[in-house]
């Protein structure tokens, strides 16, 4: 293993900031990562993957683990389904048209979304009616404190909307290597509930979609929305749908009858972070090399040479403007690394 210094971080996030580490390392085997997390010289160690979730908000004085482990296959099957295994480092959509390819149903709602296997159950990753714990078996890990080998299970995953175990008690005490699916093999299940994928099969003049169907209109949406990272640095969805309870829903929907909204229980409900956005007037703003994107008022971008802190500077403002328009609170749904 190679240990750098004052490395650039500008190449392993997303949004293309130039903050800098006081120490990277990349590791491409399990034993390597154990290796270097019992290393004691180094008080404070971050784990990276594909970057696509994180604002760096500074140069940090850490030493960064960039997770690059490898390899998917095959380690159960039925006559209805099989199980496998895919390694941390594996490119999450590229993985997924890997399972498609395979005839194996249960991620297509999930094409394209940035970032590597490895970091999806942290965030219970999701899209178009569809999230990874819907397909999630279990996951292996490292803990830090000790360097130990542990698998989880679904249930002790504990998932939540955009939330796991990984993101409150687990936090920065495990690292996973490894996820396995449960998918099928036939008999799939197809989700085109969502207005924009059956507006998106109706233009394409599908009316039977198969799982391919399902995530080539997915990648046809995200394409149309979401600006690619490789050419306009982003992180995706930068705040999370906020779910408000029955009471704030009919004030909200009372105030503003043609507001778009998902019903997630009898007394919860799931607003739109980017039409909250949108109303504030945010769209296509920028503040400097710090904007909104035009068409994806939910997208934070950096034109260039915007810092971390003029991204994290740019969310607070629009945090603060939701709040005072709507009374509804949105957060980020990335991870704020300081």
Known sequence: MIIHEHFSLKNY?????DAKAQYFVE??????????L????????????????????????????????KGKWLI?????????????????????????????????????????????????IGAYGVELKDTFESCDAIRIIDQQPITFTKTECKFGYRDSFFKNEGKDNYVITSVTFSLTKNKHTINSGYG?????????????????????????????????????GNSGSFFKNPIVQKEVFETFIANHPDAPFYKVSDISYKIPAGWLVE?????GKRYGDA??????????????????SDILNLAARIMKEVQATFNITISPEVNLIK
């Open 13 to 17: 996030n997303t949004f293309g900031i």
């Open 196 to 232: 924009a994928i059956e507006d998106q099969l109706k233009k394409d003049s599908i009316l039977n979609p198969t799982i391919k169907d399902i995530s080539n209109a997915v990648i046809a949406i995200r394409q149309s929305k979401l600006p690619d990272p490789k050419e306009l």
């Open 38 to 69: 019992g290393n004691n010289d180094y008080l404070r160690k971050i784990i990276i993957g594909g970057g696509s979730n994180m604002l760096l908000t500074n140069d940090i004085d850490a030493l960064f683990i960039h997770v690059n482990l």
């Open 279 to 283: 109303q504030c007037g945010f769209k």
């Open 291 to 308: 904007g909104v994107h035009k068409k994806q008022a939910l997208v934070l971008v950096n034109y260039g040479n915007a810092t971390g």
């Open 76 to 124: 159960n099957e039925s006559d209805d389904t099989v199980s496998i295994k895919v390694m941390a480092g594996e490119n999450w959509h590229e993985m997924v048209l890997w399972t498609l390819e395979n005839g194996y149903g249960g991620l297509e709602n999930m094409s394209l979304i940035p970032g590597n296997t490895g970091t999806a159950p942290i965030q219970n």
């Open 27 to 36: 590791v491409n085997s399990v034993e390597a990562l154990r290796e270097i």
